[in-house]
């Protein structure tokens, strides 16, 4: 079993940054693709960034150019750098994991953004 926990959420103005970090602990088997999802308030899951274990990475068309995703060498560790916020970037983050024992969810981390 694996268990993703994110931290770094919090409350921050509109241009403001913050950086959000997914650890990963258990049995953790070869790790193909992680990536941050978010969730806001009555909208559905979405992809925000992911990083594959060749180090490919890509973005939502929302968020290239201000966020940035970067983990370290076996990808049990994934960052994700905010920058320049928006209030539409308000929503829960949250931290998958693809290995090839299967795939796995953090709990999210809160992102307020206030204009």
């Known amino acids: 079993q694996v268990r993703l926990v994110e931290s770094g959420g919090g409350l921050v103005q509109a241009g403001g940054s913050l950086r959000l970090s997914c650890t990963a602990s258990?049995?953790?088997?070869?790790?193909?693709?992680m990536g941050w999802y978010r969730q806001a308030p009555g909208k559905q899951r979405e992809l925000v960034a992911v990083?594959?274990?060749?180090?490919?990475?890509d973005y939502a068309d929302s968020v290239k150019g201000r966020f940035t995703i970067s983990g370290d060498n076996r990808l049990n560790t994934v960052y994700l750098q905010m920058n320049s916020l928006k209030p539409e970037d308000t929503a829960v983050y949250l931290c998958?994991?693809?290995?090839?024992?299967?795939?796995?969810w953090g709990q999210g981390t809160q992102v307020t953004v206030s204009s």
């Open positions: 998958n994991s693809k290995t090839t024992d299967g795939t796995y």
């Open positions: 990083i594959t274990s060749s180090r490919m990475t």
């Open positions: 258990g049995s953790i088997f070869s790790v193909l693709v």
